[in-house]
């Protein structure tokens, strides 16, 4: 029998299944202050119930396995505030890396790393590119942000004007409130939108920003917020998890295809 978490199999059965090609999706989250309103596992809880929704609907020819998340993220920015924990920049890359290459010698040929933290992605980057330079066969293994995947319908995830929709904000307390509403303390919760010195900078999760810079989260927001939780809602929160998982669904067909 074949169980949808790779960790739940046995290894001949995975041995079988790699046969067939599979698609693996590696959520990729971070434990870390969110405001003084949510549980620090919020990017972990995240892009874990994305794409386990994406996963309860799948009908592709490929078999699809998911393997245990990633929790331990790149958080640096974030530990003037209570309860963050990050791993050093080389050895997040090295941990993905590690991953990765360890699939690929499984025989598996079409890996997805899904993320649920803004501070990871530059280093998800990096660390595709060492695997291309070790000259494995890494055409397939690609990763993922998963509110970029919804970027283009943000207009119905959101009522906050812009920076509303940041670390904390209106789309993530949704999100929890949705998914964990007995860990929200959504009586401390604090609406910011932080000073920025300059148009080229953005703090929200749906804004294009021309420039990139590393801050310390404490200097950006005292309670640790960007952007607006006021107008979170489970109810909002729940199409946002069905519209991220929606795309993500879309993705892994398309994905099957390359």
Same mark, same amino acid.
């Given at each position: 029998?074949? &169980? ?51 996963? $309860? +609907? ?29 791993? &050093? ?16 010698? *499984? ?8 993320? %649920? +933290? %803004? @501070? ?15 000259? !494995?066969?890494?055409? &397939? ?9 919804? $970027? ?6 959101? /009522?906050?004007?812009? %920076?509303?929709?940041?670390?904390? @904000? /209106?789309?993530?307390? #949704? ?6 509403? @007995?860990?929200?303390?959504? @009586? ?7 000073? =920025?010195? #300059? ?12 420039? &990139? ?6 200097? !950006? #927001?005292?309670?640790?917020? =960007? ?10 929160? *729940? ?20």
């Amino acid at each position: 029998m074949t &169980r949808l978490n790779w960790a739940e199999n046995t290894s001949p059965t995975l041995g079988r299944i790699v046969e067939d090609d599979p698609i693996v999706v590696i959520p990729v989250g971070s434990v870390e202050q969110h405001g003084q309103h949510l549980p620090v596992g919020t990017d972990s809880f995240a892009a874990e119930a994305v794409v386990h929704r994406a996963a $309860a +609907h799948w009908s592709g020819p490929k078999p699809l396995l998911l393997l245990p998340t990633v929790w331990t993220g790149l958080s640096p920015h974030h530990m003037g505030l209570p309860g963050s924990i990050t791993l &050093r920049s080389e050895t997040f890359i090295s941990v993905l890396e590690d991953v990765c290459a360890s699939l690929l010698q *499984n025989g598996v040929r079409r890996i997805v790393l899904l993320n %649920g +933290h %803004g @501070g990871n992605i530059s280093a998800m980057d990096v660390a595709l590119t060492r695997l291309g330079e070790s000259s !494995l066969d890494t055409e &397939r293994v690609v990763a993922l942000t998963y509110w970029h995947l919804v $970027a283009s319908r943000s207009a119905e995830l959101r /009522e906050s004007r812009p %920076g509303g929709t940041g670390h904390a @904000g /209106e789309f993530e307390t #949704s999100l929890m409130l949705a998914l964990r509403e @007995g860990e929200v303390e959504l @009586g401390e919760a604090e609406t910011v939108y932080p000073v =920025l010195p #300059s148009g080229y900078l953005s703090t929200d999760l749906f804004e294009g920003a021309p420039a &990139r810079r590393f801050i310390r989260f404490d200097r !950006l #927001s005292k309670t640790g917020t =960007l952007g607006d939780p006021s107008l979170a809602s489970a109810q909002k929160g *729940n199409r946002i998890l069905e519209v991220c998982s929606e795309e993500l669904a879309a993705f892994l067909v398309n994905f099957q295809t390359w």
